[in-house]
């Protein structure tokens, strides 16, 4: 395969996106749970502790800090069973989250230009884009990403 080859380019721009975001928010996985609303989506979340009927029930028929997010909240819970209360696991979930919303706003672009580089600078400029690392580094911001 010859570097012309737009195969091989657009995955070499996607091993290169991938590298670019886990090094910017890799950071991010040392973090803890933060106080502002981490206690009340996770911390102290008694609907994310097991999954059950009555527990699904609350997640699609409640309301969490004033918002209605029942598919954020079903996520907590999956990374409840997988992490518990380590708050690795659910930074990890939200890096997961935002290397593949990056990806799929390379594809987009790709898809509408069919220029290679153009959908990778639009894709590293949203990976690293400061108004993103709210949506990865706090747990309670999952809802942007998902």
Known sequence: MSVNNPNLRISLCICLL???????FYPSLKCG?????DDNYVVNN???????VP???????SFFVGHYQPLTILSYLLDYQL???NPFGYHLTNLIL??????LVFWLIYLLSGNIGVS???????????????????????????
């Open 98 to 103: 935002h290397s593949f919303n990056s990806l």
């Open 120 to 146: 990778f600078l639009t894709a590293i400029l949203f990976a690293i884009h400061p108004l993103r690392v709210e949506s990865v580094a706090w747990v309670s911001e999952r809802q942007d990403a998902l």
């Open 18 to 24: 991938l590298l670019i975001v886990f090094g910017a």
């Open 46 to 52: 008694t609907s994310i502790s097991s999954l059950s």
């Open 83 to 85: 992490f518990k209360l």
């Open 55 to 61: 527990n699904l029930k609350a997640i699609f028929g």
């Open 33 to 37: 749970f933060v106080n502002f609303d």
